[in-house]
């Protein structure tokens, strides 16, 4: 992409709404507009981060044999009148009503609607695990939207739910959850912590919540710092078996690890050594429940079992906050010059800047550059744009692209172009030609 056809409204000032960094970057970087309160577009360079966000939880959902669907996000109240949610969810809940009267709602959640696709087709066990999921925007009408996508009104949302046969399949589908979550937020480049919850309006017997560590999060976390030695890396993992699931956990939930709501300062005294003892702050990212036939009972979502008997299914669902994660990611990677992306989520790989705009060798270096990175799939945003060397540099530094070729005639004269780490801020004088093969 080159930056002079590109819609990137980076704003010099910070913006005195943003209370936090994520939010303050987001705007700056020209990420996201706000629309409403608590309620924003998302501009090109946003909407590329957000898109591979959504591409990675797709994989590790399909990699874990989950299926997406796709389900609306305006509901008729009828099922949540069905389950008894209607009334009980609250003030939270956006509810519409159509030309003909009819009582909707903009989903918050989709459960009831699941566990109604769900009984309309499937009366056997032989159909069974069954695992759906879909990433679609929700609704809750926060009271005190803030933080920008952090806690917004409109968000989007992966939304998981399984249905299994007995409780012990059921707790190995919350199992298999928990892993592929911690392979989710590893690949985009984050350690979030698996740490045991309270259910809320969800309701259930079992749920973990994960946390990213950031100092703007708005969980308390006590935990063992060992936990966040824990690397999931390249390790193999077969989702069918309990087995190899229940291993994993045992690794990564057997430390401390707790959120306010559910701490307990004697346990942790007891199970912790004081040299390990942490406390911090943390923003969650997903949460998983285990609910048994909360669902399946009052829907009557039953199957038939192999002795021929009709029993409600046992379910779970599962959710990650996908446009929360584009703030979190920013929370825990940036320095005082901007964001620092990932490599799996940034929006380009690498930023082109040309320092002397108009000068043809410049010039020609860096289309042929241009040219050669995108042919070899790597994407690449070439700022060709009439600017000053240095207008260029922050605007690098600010949406953060984890690397950057500078191209001017001091080095050109001399055969070379300069490769620079966002992370590390290091730079490597190269032959342009031997550009691709140092991009790791
Ligand atoms: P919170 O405690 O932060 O209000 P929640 O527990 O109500 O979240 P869940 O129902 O577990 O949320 O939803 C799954 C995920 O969706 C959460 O882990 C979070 O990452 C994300 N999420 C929830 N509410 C919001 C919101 N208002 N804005 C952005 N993301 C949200
Ligand atoms: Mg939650």
Redesign the pocket.
Known sequence: MRLSRYFLPVLKENPAEAQIVSHRLMLRAGMIKQAAAGIYSWLPLGYKVLRNIEEIIHEEQIRAGHHPILMPTIQSADLWRESGRYNAYGEEMLRIRDRHDRDMLFTPTAEELITDIFRSHVTSYRDLPLTMYQIQWKFRDEIRPRFGVMRGREFYMKDGYNFDLTKEDALHAYNRHLVSYLRTYERMGLQAIPMR?ES?AIGGDDTH?FLVLADTGESGVFYDSQVTDLRFGDRVIDYDSHADCQAVLEEFTSRYARTDDTHDEAVFHERVPEERRREARGI?VG?IFYFGTKYSEPLGATVQTPDGTQVPVHMGSH?IGVSRLAGAIIEASHDDNGIIWPEEVAPFRVGIVNVKQGDPTTDKACEDLYAALTAAGIETLYDDREERAGAKFATMDLIGLPWRVTVGPRGLKNGVVELTSRRTGEGEELAPELLMSRLP
């Open positions: 919850a809320g919540e969650e949460q959710g």
